[in-house]
C-alpha cells in the first residue's frame, strides 16, 4: 500500500466534482428558494373588487376598512387602498394618477382573528392580482421634518381604560364623534380652523398625518413605541387666519404633546407604481 500511485484526474472529472461539490452546498439555498417561490402570498378567503357603477365618486367614502366578525367592506378611492395595504402616506407613493375620479368597492372574507397587518398584506395581494399592479421601491432625497420629543418630555397619555375616549380639541368637547380606535381623524371646525384627534395610535400614524396637513415628509423620530390618546386644535396651514385661540400646528404639537416637529433633509424609501390598470379585473 506504501508503493501505492493516486490515479491522476482529468479536466472533466475534476470538474464533475466540482459541480457535485457546489451542488451540495447550495442545496439548502435552492430547496430554501423553490420553497419561497411556492409559498402563495396571503389572501382574502373570498374577495370581491369592483368600480362604482355610475363611474364617479360615492356619495359616502371611507378611508379605512369596515370589519365585521370575518367580513371586510370598503368603498374608496384607489390611492386609498394602495396607503392602507402598504400602510404608506401619500408623499410616500409614486406613479399614480390622484385626479382619477372612480371608487371602488371591496367585498371580503377572511378569519375573523386576522390581524390588521396580515389584512394589509392581502389587500396587497388582492390589489396586485385585480389592478395588475407593477411596482418597486426606490430612494430619494426627502425634504421635511423630523418629530422628535421635547427636552422636558412628551404629553402623550395611554388609555387606562377601555374604550376610553381621547382628549378633545375645544370645538370638539361639546359633540365628541363617534367612538374609533387605532385610527387619526382631522376635521374643520369654522374658517381655518382644524383638529386633530388619536386614539390608540403610534407615533408612525401621527407623523404620516402632519405630512398630510404640512405637505412634507415627516419622519417619526421619537423613539416612543407605545399606541397614544391625543386631541389638539391648530390653525390652517393651507388657508391662515388671525385666530388667537387656534395656534399653528407647529406650536400645537409642542404645547399640546410635548413633541416638536424640526427641520431635516434626508432620504426615504418611496413605493413607485410603474404599471397598473385602471379597472379591476373580473372577480
Not at 374577495?47 to 357603477?53: E, K
Not at 370638539?172 to 382631522?186: D, V
Amino acid at each position: 500500500m506504501e508503493n501505492r500511485r493516486a490515479r491522476k484526474l482529468n479536466f472533466e472529472k475534476k470538474l464533475l466534482l466540482a459541480v457535485a461539490g457546489m451542488l451540495v452546498a447550495w442545496s439548502p439555498l435552492i430547496v430554501g428558494l423553490a420553497i419561497a417561490q411556492i409559498s402563495p402570498r396571503p389572501a382574502f378567503d373570498v374577495a370581491s373588487f369592483r368600480q362604482t357603477p355610475d363611474g364617479g365618486s360615492p356619495a359616502f367614502v371611507m378611508f379605512a376598512p369596515h370589519r365585521a366578525g370575518g367580513k371586510l367592506t370598503w368603498n374608496a378611492p384607489f390611492e386609498e387602498y394602495l396607503k392602507y395595504a402598504y400602510h404608506l402616506p401619500p408623499w410616500r407613493i409614486a406613479g399614480i394618477d390622484n385626479t382619477m375620479p372612480f371608487s371602488y368597492t371591496v367585498e371580503a372574507t377572511m378569519d375573523p382573528n386576522t390581524s390588521e397587518d396580515q389584512v394589509r398584506l392581502m389587500l396587497q395581494t388582492l390589489l396586485i392580482d385585480r389592478f395588475k399592479i407593477v411596482s418597486h421601491w426606490e430612494t430619494r432625497s426627502c425634504s421635511g421634518y423630523r418629530l422628535v420629543v421635547e427636552r422636558n418630555g412628551s404629553k402623550l397619555k395611554t388609555a387606562t381604560a377601555a374604550g376610553e375616549a381621547p382628549p378633545m380639541p375645544e370645538y370638539r368637547k361639546s359633540s365628541p364623534p363617534a367612538p374609533f380606535e387605532g385610527r387619526i381623524i382631522t376635521e374643520g371646525w369654522g374658517p381655518g380652523i382644524f383638529g386633530i384627534m388619536g386614539r390608540g395610535v403610534s407615533m408612525s400614524q401621527l407623523a404620516d398625518e402632519l405630512s398630510r396637513e404640512l405637505g412634507e415628509c415627516v419622519v417619526d423620530q421619537t423613539g416612543l413605541t407605545g399606541k397614544y390618546y391625543f386631541g389638539f386644535q391648530f390653525a390652517s396651514v393651507s388657508d391662515p387666519i388671525d385666530n388667537a385661540d387656534s395656534p399653528s400646528i407647529f406650536s400645537a404639537v409642542q404645547t399640546e404633546l410635548g413633541l416638536r416637529l424640526e427641520k431635516q433633509k434626508g432620504t426615504v424609501e418611496i413605493l413607485v407604481i410603474d404599471h397598473y390598470e385602471r379597472k379591476p379585473s373580473e372577480n
